[in-house]
């Protein structure tokens, strides 16, 4: 059978594409394809569950449009769906006075990006929020919330069905050829023919567009972030979300604590190189990946730059007691013991052939397939802005062919 668009990837990105394209225009015949036994495994299925609220992000940025977007349509979609999420704000906080020009930076970022409610906190109020908290000052940001994305995903699969798209699991994509008139998407079991593709492989984004961009100039460097759980008896330290003050020149954003949609209180993560693409654990590796990456030369020049954070990161990943008091910054009284180890999941980081750690959405396009290239933080809570934009690139697409 040959469809008229083959989504490669089901993460909520790939899904929620696929459900964008099919919410205006049913009659397309669409196939999405993912290389796991389930949906939403990696990225969808092992980050913070946090709703992002879009203050971080450079205004008119990719980031800030679609995540404020994507904030409201995830809720009405929550709302209409009956997926159970909860807005329970969050505190970023200054714990320096060296911190107070880059707590004020991300305070007019918001203004900007016409966050309603958001206001300085003094460390007395901060408190009122977050009884345990140590800080000089802070921002309070009533749109944080925290949902599960694993819920929203399986929700998103569950319509896209009903809709009568396929869906194919085991079906790990190794080529992908274009023409003008029609796409081949060739997997380890078999040859599917489209008239246009959507690339949205998450930490393989970059490899399945290489396959129509031969001389693309950014690739996927993987970063994993490790978390510890609080003991149940410690949960009690913290009532919602507490983030610190990132550094503006690394687009992580610093070990935090995050009530979990789905039970429990996560504290982390750290940002560290991994040795290969889906390395949850310390001792993961695969040598043509790491090959690649640390070849290439705009990962070299990040690492010149970055080498005293990174190190530092590395340390907190081999170390508890240094991962226990960067967050004691934040809260004092936790302690080693109070803490044990969680999860991890992976950024899938793009990175130029300059050194820029790409800190915006990046979506390609060519003549037959469009290609979501960077797609980190908040991409899940954007998932439903970033899947409209794209159906309505390949719904005028068809229109045309």
């Not at 996560?266 to 693409?277: D, H, I, Q, S």
């Not at 695969?286 to 990962?299: L, P, Y």
């Not at 397939?369 to 899940?380: D, F, I, Y």
Request: aromatic share 10%; with cysteine.
């Amino acid at each position: 059978m040959k469809y008229d668009i083959i989504v490669i990837g089901g993460g909520i990105v790939g899904l929620a594409s696929a459900l964008q394209l099919t919410e205006n225009h049913p009659e397309i015949r669409l196939l999405l394809l993912e290389k796991e036994s389930k949906l939403a495994q990696h990225q969808t299925g092992n980050n913070s569950g946090v709703i992002h609220s879009g203050i971080y992000y450079k205004p008119n940025s990719l980031k800030a449009r679609n995540c404020i977007y994507g904030y409201n349509l995830l809720l009405e979609f929550c709302q209409k769906h009956d997926v159970p999420f909860d807005i329970c704000g969050k505190i970023i906080v200054a714990t320096s006075q060296e911190e107070l020009p880059a707590l004020n930076r991300i305070f007019e970022r918001g203004q900007q990006n016409q966050l309603e409610g958001i206001r300085k906190i003094t460390a007395e109020e901060m408190r009122e929020y977050e009884p345990h908290v140590a800080g000089i000052e802070g921002i309070h940001v009533p749109q944080t919330g925290i949902v599960d994305y694993r819920k929203v995903a399986e929700k998103y699969a569950e319509l896209l069905r009903k809709r009568e798209v396929e869906i194919r699991t085991n079906e790990k994509v190794i080529q992908l050829k274009t023409s003008n008139r029609q796409a081949e998407v060739i997997t380890e079991n078999e040859t599917f023919t489209s008239k246009l593709v959507v690339n949205c492989a998450g930490l393989y984004s970059d490899k399945m567009a290489q396959f129509t961009q031969p001389e693309l100039n950014v690739k996927i460097i993987p970063f994993r972030g490790e978390y510890y759980k609080l003991h149940k008896d410690k949960e009690y330290l913290v009532k919602n979300l507490i983030y610190p003050v990132p550094d503006a020149n690394f687009p992580f954003l610093g070990v935090h604590f995050t009530r979990m949609a789905r039970g429990g209180v996560e504290a982390g993560p750290n940002a560290v190189f991994a040795f290969k693409r889906e390395g949850y654990s310390k001792t993961d590796f695969n040598f043509a990946e790491f090959s690649e990456a640390i070849t290439w030369r705009g990962f070299q020049k990040v690492a010149l730059k970055y080498w005293k954070t990174g190190l530092g990161e590395y340390y907190r990943s081999f170390s508890k007691s240094a991962f226990t008091k960067a967050l004691q910054k934040l809260i004092p009284e936790i302690q080693q013991d109070d803490l044990v180890m969680g999860g991890a999941g992976i950024r899938a980081q793009a990175c130029d052939h300059e050194g820029g750690l790409i800190d915006d959405f990046l979506i390609l396009e060519d003549e037959a397939s469009v290609h979501v290239c960077n797609a980190p933080s908040p991409a899940a809570t954007s998932s439903l802005a970033i899947g409209e934009t794209i159906g309505q690139k390949m719904a005028q697409r068809l229109e045309n062919l």
